[in-house]
């Protein structure tokens, strides 16, 4: 088991910083490529939701993010106290966006589910967000840990 837990202010340039940290947790684990773009891709859209929408960029709020890889489970949690959801089945419809700008496309939420083996969202008005991830790597090699 290797855990790591981590407040960050609510700065999007903080979200290159986790893609970073993410790619050099799961160098040693001899996965392939591909995973290791899907779960950058995971707590990169993640980190940026709770710091876009939940903390609305405000560097005093943070957000926490917890990553655990137990064999080959990891286990990620992306949680910010921020405004929370009003409708969660319409957040996660593809290509719904509250943000009316052309980078927001909406599909955050479907990516990252996509990537995911499992994927739960719990939210509150005004209390915050909290999402919790499951995928199984495959490709892992016992011998090099
Ligand atoms: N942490 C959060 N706090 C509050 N609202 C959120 C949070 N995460 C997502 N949302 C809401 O859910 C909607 C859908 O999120 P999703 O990530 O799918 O799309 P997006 O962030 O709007 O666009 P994209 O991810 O494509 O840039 C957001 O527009 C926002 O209203
Ligand atoms: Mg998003």
């Given at each position: 088991m290797n855990k790591f837990e981590l407040k960050f202010s609510a700065m999007i340039e903080n979200e290159a910083v986790l893609r970073?940290?993410?790619?050099?947790?799961l160098a040693p684990l001899g996965i392939s490529d591909e995973e290791i773009m899907e779960v950058k891709t995971i707590v990169s859209e993640g980190v940026s939701n709770a710091i876009i929408h939940g903390l609305e960029n405000d560097p005093n709020r943070m957000v926490e993010v917890r990553?655990?890889?137990?064999?080959?489970?990891?286990?990620i949690m992306i949680k910010d106290d921020g405004k929370g959801i009003e409708d969660l089945e319409?957040?996660?419809?593809?290509?719904?966006?509250?943000?009316?700008?052309?980078?927001?496309t909406g599909m955050g939420f479907t990516i990252m589910s996509t990537f995911s083996d499992e994927f739960d969202v719990k939210s509150?008005?005004?209390?915050?967000?909290?999402?919790?991830i499951r995928k199984y790597l495959h490709h892992y090699d016992n011998d090099i840990v």
């Open positions: 970073v940290l993410v790619s050099s947790f990553i655990e890889l137990d064999d080959e489970e990891l286990y319409l957040a996660l419809t593809p290509m719904f966006s509250t943000l009316k700008i052309e980078e927001h509150a008005v005004n209390h915050g967000t909290e999402i919790h």
